[in-house]
């Protein structure tokens, strides 16, 4: 079963959570991990893309969007997407959205980042009771 974190922001400065994300990538990929980064709007989406390029000197996260139609060959082992859905199994799924994406089970692991601010926690707590009204494994990390 797939085991769910939230990690819990207390910066609500608007850099914190993209900032956090990148550092929360960087672990998982150098842990071996095959992650995939569920942003809520576009423009998320390519502020995380041009930030996992930038976000530490000397960093370098292998990394590509997900689209429609794209060709999963030769894969990288960061993917970004929005509006579509991954293809096949995955590690962990990083997710940024303020709705539970519906194909989350197919991860071994979720990670729901939540950023500081109040309308973020809000939807923050609907999806921890959904994943608890299913029975789902959650550990709380504040931040």
């Known amino acids: 079963m797939t085991q ?49 390029w930038t976000f530490r000197d000397g960093s370098f996260l292998p990394h ?27 590690d962990v799924l990083l997710n940024l959205a303020e709705e539970v994406p519906v194909f989350f089970s197919r991860f071994n692991r979720v990670a729901e980042l939540v950023g500081g601010d109040d309308n973020r926690i809000a939807a923050a707590r609907s999806r921890y009771r959904f994943y608890k009204d299913r029975g789902y494994s959650l550990n709380t990390h504040n931040l």
Do not use: M, W
């Not at 689209?67 to 991954?86: K, M, R």
């Open 64 to 90: 590509r969007i997900h689209a429609a139609g794209s060709d999963s060959a030769g894969e990288q082992p960061i993917l970004l997407g929005c509006t579509v859905e991954p293809e096949g199994p995955g």
């Open 4 to 52: 769910v974190d939230f990690y819990i922001l207390n910066d609500s400065q608007p850099g914190a959570l993209p900032l956090f994300t990148c550092r929360l990538t960087e672990k998982a990929y150098r842990q071996g991990h095959l992650v995939y980064i569920h942003t809520g709007s576009d423009r998320q989406l390519q502020q995380l893309d041009e930030l996992l």
